[in-house]
C-alpha cells in the first residue's frame, strides 16, 4: 500500500510561483511512476505532469510545459511541482498519483492507483 499526501498549495498573485510536494509513505513508491492532475470546479480532473520511477523521464501537458517542472528525491520519497508564473486558469485542487507499472507519461487518470488527498492552489489576477 502506498499512501500519497500533497502539501505546498495556497493563495498566490498572477505570476507568481509555488512549489507543491506529494509526500509518499510505501517502501514500493520508489519504483512507482508518478504524475500530477489538477481539477477545477466544474471541470474533469486533468494531467498536469509526470515523473518515471527513476527521474529521468518527464511529461507535460501543453498548459504546463515551460512553466512548471516536475521532479522527485527518491531517499526522500518525495515528488515535486514546481509552478511557475502561475496564472488564474491554474487555479484547481492539485492531486498527486502512483502508477506502479507505467512510465509517468500516461495521461489516464485509470492508469493510477494511489491518489492523494489534493491540495487548493488559487491564482488571483
Known amino acids: 500500500q502506498v499512501q500519497l499526501v500533497e502539501s505546498g498549495g495556497g493563495l498566490v498573485q498572477a505570476g507568481g510561483s509555488l512549489r507543491l510536494s506529494c509526500a509518499a509513505s510505501g517502501r514500493t513508491f520508489s519504483s512507482y511512476a508518478v504524475g500530477w492532475f489538477r481539477q477545477a470546479p466544474g471541470k474533469e480532473r486533468e494531467f498536469v505532469a509526470g515523473?518515471?520511477?527513476?527521474?529521468?523521464?518527464?511529461y507535460y501537458a501543453d498548459s504546463a510545459k515551460g512553466r512548471f517542472t516536475i521532479s522527485r528525491d527518491i531517499a526522500k520519497n518525495t515528488v515535486y511541482l514546481q509552478m511557475n508564473s502561475l496564472k488564474p486558469e491554474d487555479t484547481a485542487v492539485y492531486y498527486c498519483?502512483?502508477?506502479?507499472?507505467?512510465?509517468?507519461?500516461?495521461?489516464?487518470?485509470?492508469?493510477?492507483?494511489?491518489w492523494g488527498q489534493g491540495t487548493q492552489v488559487t491564482v488571483s489576477s
Open positions: 498519483a502512483a502508477d506502479p507499472t507505467g512510465s509517468g507519461a500516461s495521461r489516464q487518470r485509470g492508469r493510477y492507483d494511489y
Open positions: 515523473i518515471s520511477w527513476s527521474g529521468r523521464s518527464t
